[in-house]
């Protein structure tokens, strides 16, 4: 008979720690059940509204961020940007071919944890430089070279804690960035070393800007847990962007356990966060970016209409690079089977999520050169492109069928809710209804 406190997949991970006396590390992202965008839906025009013509009325994209302290804001041509995945984490190849996508639809992509590499900044025509805990390869030259700056506080997947890279992924080149040993295990700082509060936030952004002359934005990154107080503590620290990563956000390597119980799901976070923007009066000032689980056209809108002014996606742009296919594109153009591979790592695709392990079938999230060399990256780049595209368009049609000419006029009267707990944290009345539990009677 199924037991409900002890089902199957709990006595397993009971066993594994039993047999580990550790606790279990993997990469990707939560994998339990969460309130996530699936459960809003959009009031589209009928009667009462007029939709667009796709054919013949334009849907503007053009998402601009970072103009609050006069520093040159990041002009994009769509509202969805490349999270910050690093070097190490992921293949050379890989990050060359997120720049390249990001260069050819016109938007942004992040560096990472362990600095730049000479191919990112090339492959990528618009740059965030992050500045973690860790300080890995952090270069004031490489921030200078940058198109903004991303402080990370800390992620979705594993907020208040550290990342991890283990020593199968540290090879030559990660280790000289990084200034580590090769082949030892590293973790990620959980804090900056340099600062015990938000005044302190207040003086690294000062640092930052007076490095960069005052001309590059400056974005602070947080994972989602306390995320009112959190947002306005970055606003008062003087942010011109705040990213807010909700619990399904991606890693490359971190604590089970922290992938799975910690923070809160991104539905709850950007209405918190867009409300907390919203009551200092400064949503027009400060840009808002949303991450954590972001997989489609309907997803980016309906953050866009919860108050986010565009969105993150990492673990999306993944799978679009190839993660998780059953073959990659062998040097005679002809697709070569890995599910054997798939099956060493105790895993097949469309399951796997041993991004930890440096041994990625596809070649993405390894540094092993063999592995790495499966990942075309000019091939890469067009699948990214096209999914980028894709979502765009899917953005768009929501828009135009709610009556919008511009994909940031979505608003959350645009949205019904399916579940009460989607009602409540989004703060949108149940289909339906008028009713916003714990808010409107």
């Known amino acids: 008979m199924h037991n409900h406190t002890f089902p199957p997949e709990v006595i397993a991970d009971v066993h594994a720690l039993a047999d580990l006396g550790r606790y279990q590390i993997r990469g990707f992202g939560a994998r339990r059940a969460l ?47 490349i999270a910050g995945m690093s070097f190490g984490a992921l293949s050379a190849p890989a990050k060359q071919a997120l720049g390249r996508a990001a260069t050819e639809v016109g938007t942004s992509t992040t560096t990472g944890d362990g600095g ?43 907020p208040g804690g550290g990342g991890m890279l283990l020593g199968q992924k540290v090879g030559p080149r990660v280790a000289k960035m990084r ?28 640092e930052l ?21 959190d947002v306005k503590l970055a606003v008062a620290a003087g942010a011109d962007v705040v990213v ?19 923070g809160i799901p991104t539905l709850a976070a950007v209405r918190q966060a867009a409300g907390a923007l919203r009551e200092l009066g400064v949503e027009r000032e400060v840009a808002l970016i949303v991450s954590g689980g972001i997989r489609t056209g309907a997803d980016v809108a309906k953050a866009l209409a919860l108050g986010a002014d565009a969105v993150s996606i990492g673990v999306a742009a993944l799978l679009a690079l190839g993660c998780n296919r059953p073959s990659y594109r062998g040097d005679d153009a002809e697709e070569v089977d890995v599910t054997a591979d798939y099956a060493k790592l105790g895993t097949k695709p469309g399951e796997c999520a041993a991004c930890h392990t440096g041994n990625c079938p596809v070649g993405i999230t390894t540094q092993d050169d063999l592995l790495a060399g499966r990942l075309d990256p000019d091939l890469a780049a067009a699948r990214v492109a096209n999914y980028l595209r894709a979502l765009t368009m899917e953005v768009t049609m929501l828009a135009r069928a709610c009556g919008k000419s511009n994909v940031h006029n979505l608003e959350p009267e645009d949205l019904a809710a399916l579940t009460i707990e989607a009602a409540a944290m989004a703060r949108i009345p149940l289909a339906g209804t008028g009713w916003i539990p714990g808010i409107r009677p």
């Not at 965008?37 to 013509?53: G, I, M, N």
């Not at 804001?73 to 509202?79: G, K, M, Q, T």
């Not at 490095?211 to 009112?228: F, I, L, Q, S």
Request: hydrophobic share 30%; with cysteine.
């Open 116 to 158: 730049m590499t000479d191919e990112e900044r090339q492959a990528s025509k618009t740059l965030v430089y992050q500045c973690l805990p860790s300080r890995y390869g952090f270069n004031p030259a490489h921030l200078r070279q940058a198109d903004a700056i991303e402080i990370v506080i800390g992620q979705g997947a594993k």
């Open 35 to 81: 309130p996530t965008f699936d459960d809003l839906v959009f009031l589209t025009a009928s009667a009462s509204r007029y939709p667009l013509e796709g054919y013949r009325e334009r849907c503007e994209t053009r998402t601009v961020l970072g103009g609050r302290h006069g520093a040159h804001p990041i002009d994009l041509a769509i509202p969805i940007t």
């Open 179 to 206: 200034t580590l040993p090769e082949g030892i295990d590293q973790r990620s700082a959980s804090r900056h070393p340099d600062w015990t509060g938000p005044d302190d936030l207040r003086i690294k952004i000062e």
């Open 244 to 262: 807010v990563d909700g619990m399904q956000g991606g890693t490359g390597a971190t604590q089970d356990v922290f992938i799975e119980h910690a």
């Open 209 to 229: 800007r007076e490095a960069t002359n005052g001309e590059k934005p400056v974005y602070v990154k947080m994972g989602a847990t306390r995320t009112d107080h």
